[in-house]
């Protein structure tokens, strides 16, 4: 009988095991790295993007204007404009300014995805769009052609992030890429940091207007609004929204309209409302709201259907300009101060669902939803004629104030 060592298995094992290692170690090294890497300084960072409608020119050029391209099929309907990066340090020029962090570029054309590519023609740098931040649309861009048609190409394409802002100006969209910052930074980073504030500034609207969100708002078909955007001469401002039915643009509503439907959601739990002073209404009182809660509930009466909209509020006493001629301010004038105050709250809700109704607008489709999941049987009977029986639904609103400080110093 042969005998076998104890460990003669276990080099056996040690040596299929340093093999394996081997052949790891060597597949590794020959698949290690990025096939497509793209060093920093080769990248051409797009940190915004600008749609417009290309103006028919009744005395076209004889040449081929150097940005725009041989374009096989169709007509050219869209200039595209990009805010790409200066990688390059700017230099300090004899006025004491340093050069701008980014420049623009721009092409004509049918294809967002044609031009980004014959873009290529007139930059050393290969575009990057994985850091864009917003992308502006002109109201005549989205007229013509509708707004998910133009957010495809960007649906598509994997470098782009669904975090991305999007805009609506009612002028042309690359004024906007042109508007230098008062902080220096790229528009695009600019954009979407000014975004930010909307938590405490009622009159934009809510966060969810980034592509990911407008993109499943508009998969479930519904509604949906977005920033508007100005520029004239030295300013930039952010306020408003521009309203969709599905992904067609129907107008626009107001800072008011805004705020009254964010109140109504009970999105906002920080916002400034004014009324006039009671004996001198060229005065105004304010109260900043610190803290704030909403529901809308839907009612079923017969074949009636209303709902009512129930807000409460607290905050401070933030500016009472009749100060002077009033005096200070006693315990009774508190609570005149929060009745008006609710009124003025009320009012605020209500026309802006009036607003909404009008447009037969309901963003993301909120309204018709809390009927579906509240009123399932109702819903059923009436949702084919969802689209005329919305616009007569009577709306109660009914709003509750507390002030809880007045910062009197007298």
Known sequence: MRIYPENHGNGRRAARRLAAFAALTVLAIFTAGCWDRVEIQDRGMVKSMAVDVVEADPDPPATQRV????????????????????????????????ESQTFTISSHGRSLHEMKRDMLG????????????????????????????LMDNFLRDPSIRWRMRIYVTSGTARSILEYKTPTGEPLGQFLASLMTNQSRSTH?????????????????????????????????????????????????????????WRLARGLQKAASITIPCEE???????????????????????????????????????????????????????????????????????????????????????????????????????KDRWPEIYPTIPFYVHASVTLQNIGEHR
Not at 83 to 98: K, M, P, W
Not at 317 to 325: G, K
Request: hydrophobic share 40%.
């Open 67 to 98: 940005e725009d391209f041989v374009q096989p099929h169709g007509p050219k309907q869209f200039m595209l404009t990009l805010e790409v990066v200066r990688l390059a340090g700017g230099q300090r020029q004899s006025s004491g300014t340093s």
């Open 122 to 149: 007139q930059l050393s740098k290969n575009l990057d769009f994985g850091h864009m931040d917003a992308v502006i649309f002109s109201e005549a861009a989205l007229k013509q052609e509708g707004l998910r048609p």
């Open 204 to 260: 934009m609207p809510a966060a969810r207007t980034d592509m990911g969100y407008i993109t499943i708002a508009l998969d479930n078909g519904g509604d949906v609004y977005l920033p508007r955007i100005e520029v004239a001469e030295k300013a930039l401002k952010v306020g408003g929204g521009a309203a969709f039915h599905k992904d067609k643009f129907i107008g626009y509503v107001d800072e008011p309209t805004v705020q009254g």
């Open 280 to 382: 001198h209404p060229e005065n105004l009182a304010v109260m900043e709201i610190t803290n704030s809660s909403a529901t809308m509930e839907p009612h079923v009466d017969g074949d009636n259907i209303y709902f009512t909209v129930e807000y409460q509020a607290s905050g401070n006493l933030a500016e009472f300009q009749c100060i002077n001629e009033h005096g200070k301010v006693e315990p009774q004038d508190i609570h005149k101060l929060e009745k008006r105050f609710a009124q003025e709250l009320t009012r605020s809700i209500a026309a802006s669902l009036h607003t909404m109704q009008v447009l037969n607008f309901d963003p993301s489709g909120v309204i018709a939803e809390k009927l579906k999941s509240r009123e399932h049987a109702t819903w059923l009977k009436i």
